[in-house]
């Protein structure tokens, strides 16, 4: 495909988009159909029935791989519907190795529904490719990371642990959901296969839930599209064409996102009642040099605890927002806050949360694209109350 050499942004806008061959429709149209009428019995354009393959669908699963660096691509129900499918490309006693500092819902399906089939899970702390090494066996099959962490903002050196997966025959999956291939593309560090939730940045306006998986290996592709035309957990034609429309505009989105994410990051870190705050574009940030490395720009997404670490003064400050919003999910547009203790992150266990660092009065703020000025005069109204 050509148009896999132009840039970024354009790519954006048009990879995997042709005009519709029936209409010249420039936008790709809604194929709101579950099946394709056929010329001769078994003869048909491509497409016999909406679960295997669907016009809408396809193109932006060619887009968004496209953006990615892959050859393939797979668009699901929801980011969860996306890791089932990579988990079932594992059999009863393998095992994964992953991060302590996961995406909750990650967690959740790792432990509730997998460990139940003889599926065994490590969970360490990446930052160390000692420890990935040592953890690693004969029954190790897969390494799950997710980089900049959700939602302590901890950065994995994708490039160190490629080297490692790739040396130990295991396949490395990244969660690019934070990041978007617009900051980085996991493919090109080494990782096996990519992981959206599409929900988020992709998708960008808060109005559909997808997930997406993209892979070079053809085997392992194949292997994802039988899973995800075995077990159906497929994304729709209407949610298919939002997630295309906003695509269009990712990497307009991003820049904002990325340069309101930095003003707010140094404006909190200089409030007095605010303890910490966690942003991997600090030059202080543990990992500052691999995420200056690995990535273009540092995200809109950021979390800070406050002076006390109390609860309530965390929940009574995320109510008195008027511009930010408080709710779960990240991503859109809007600006959002949540607390993850007690929402996102309130599958894991107390323990397991604090160990990660997720403590009481830790605050995840997704930096949306309103105007700087509206952010940080909401910010200092709700702290002085
Ligand atoms: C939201 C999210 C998921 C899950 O995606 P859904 O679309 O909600 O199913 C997975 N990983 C990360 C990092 C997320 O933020």
């Not at 942004?9 to 790709?28: E, Q």
């Not at 089932?84 to 399906?109: C, F, M, N, Q, W």
């Not at 903002?153 to 990244?174: E, G, P, R």
Request: net charge neutral; with cysteine; hydrophobic share 40%.
């Amino acid at each position: 495909m050509a148009e896999r050499s132009y840039k970024f942004d354009t790519k954006a806008i048009h990879a995997g988009v042709n005009p519709d061959p029936t209409t010249g429709a420039v936008m790709t149209p809604i194929y709101q159909t579950t099946t394709f009428a056929q010329e001769k019995v078994g003869e048909h354009k491509g497409f016999a029935y909406a679960r295997s393959s669907n016009p809408t669908r396809n193109v932006l699963e060619n887009a968004i791989a496209a953006l990615e660096n892959t050859k393939y691509g797979a668009c699901f129900g929801s980011g969860v519907a996306a890791i089932d499918a990579v988990l079932k490309l594992l059999s009863p006693g393998d095992e994964v190795i992953t991060t302590d500092d996961l995406y909750g819902g990650s967690y959740r399906i790792f432990t509730t529904i997998f460990a139940k089939y003889g599926i065994k899970f490590h969970f360490i702390k990446m930052k160390d490719v000692k420890v990935l090494e040592q953890t690693i066996n004969k029954k190790t099959k897969l390494v799950w990371v997710e980089t900049p962490t959700n939602p302590m903002m901890n950065i994995v050196d994708l490039a160190a642990i490629s080297k490692i997966t790739q040396k130990n025959n295991l396949l490395l999956a990244v969660d690019n959901t934070f990041a978007t291939p617009y900051l980085q593309t996991p493919i090109d560090l080494g990782a096996d296969i990519v992981m959206h939730s599409a929900t988020k940045y992709l998708g960008g306006h808060s109005d559909v839930v997808m997930g997406f998986l993209a892979t070079n290996n053809e085997e392992v592709a194949k292997e994802i599209y039988h899973i995800q035309n075995t077990t159906g957990a497929i994304a729709g034609p209407m949610d298919s064409f939002l997630v295309l429309r906003g695509l269009k505009t990712l990497h307009l989105r991003m820049e904002r996102h990325c340069e309101n994410g930095a003003q707010l990051a140094y404006f909190l870190r200089n409030h007095p009642q605010i303890e910490k705050v966690h942003w991997p574009g600090f030059k202080d940030h543990p990992n500052h040099a691999i995420a200056k490395k690995q990535m273009k720009g540092f995200g809109g997404m950021l979390s800070f605890t406050l002076k006390g670490d109390s609860i309530q003064a965390a929940h009574k400050l995320m109510e008195s927002f008027k511009v930010i919003t408080l709710a779960e999910s990240l991503g859109g547009v809007e600006s959002l806050v949540c607390h993850p203790a007690t929402m996102t992150h309130a599958a894991l266990p107390k323990e397991e949360r604090e160990k990660a660092g997720i403590t009481d009065s830790l605050i995840r703020l997704s930096v949306g694209v309103e105007h700087i000025e509206d952010l940080k005069q909401d910010i200092m109204q709700a702290l002085t109350k």
